[in-house]
């Protein structure tokens, strides 16, 4: 299950990934904000983040305009790491070596082709394990105020 959500702003942009997601026949629920009234981009980004920390959903994919406000409010849940990305390597990596459970993307940044292909590179590849493992290891002791050197 894939969470969703947006501001007003990002609103169109998530509207596309749910089309991705049904041709790739993948789950998703919707957090909102689902019209074009203005709204604050925390309350979506919290959402969604809060459904991936607790394992209702394995990962979400949160847009509004840039793409950074929204993931500000994700990355504060705790046990979030979430990407903005406007770029497919960016994609792939924060994949493969920080095993990214969320992707911000903003509306006002990436058109309808880049952001389906970015965040089709998202969902199709693994976090890698190994020496990166210790490393997201580090980043969940930081967030826990433990020291990590
Ligand atoms: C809303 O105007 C805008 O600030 C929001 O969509 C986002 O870009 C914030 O980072």
Not at 7 to 12: A, K, N, P
Not at 45 to 57: D, F, I, P, T, W
Not at 65 to 84: E, F, P, Q, Y
Request: proline share 1%.
């Amino acid at each position: 299950m894939i969470a969703l959500a947006s501001d007003h702003v990002g609103l169109s942009l998530k509207n596309e990934i749910k089309t991705l997601l049904d041709e790739m026949g993948l789950a998703y629920c919707d957090y909102g904000a689902d019209s074009a009234e203005r709204v604050d981009y925390p309350i979506y980004g919290a959402r969604a983040a809060r459904a991936v920390a607790s394992g209702r959903c394995e990962r979400g994919i949160i847009c509004c305009g840039t793409g950074v406000g929204i993931s500000l409010a994700a990355n504060k849940v705790r046990g979030i790491r979430c990407v903005v990305c406007s770029d497919c390597y960016s994609a792939m990596l924060s994949r493969q070596h920080n095993d990214t459970n969320m992707l911000s993307m903003g509306s006002r940044v990436v058109g309808t082709e880049l952001g389906r292909m970015i965040a089709r590179i998202w969902l199709t590849t693994e976090f890698e394990g190994g020496r990166h493992q210790r490393r997201v290891d580090q980043i969940a002791a930081l967030e826990r105020g433990e020291a990590i050197e």
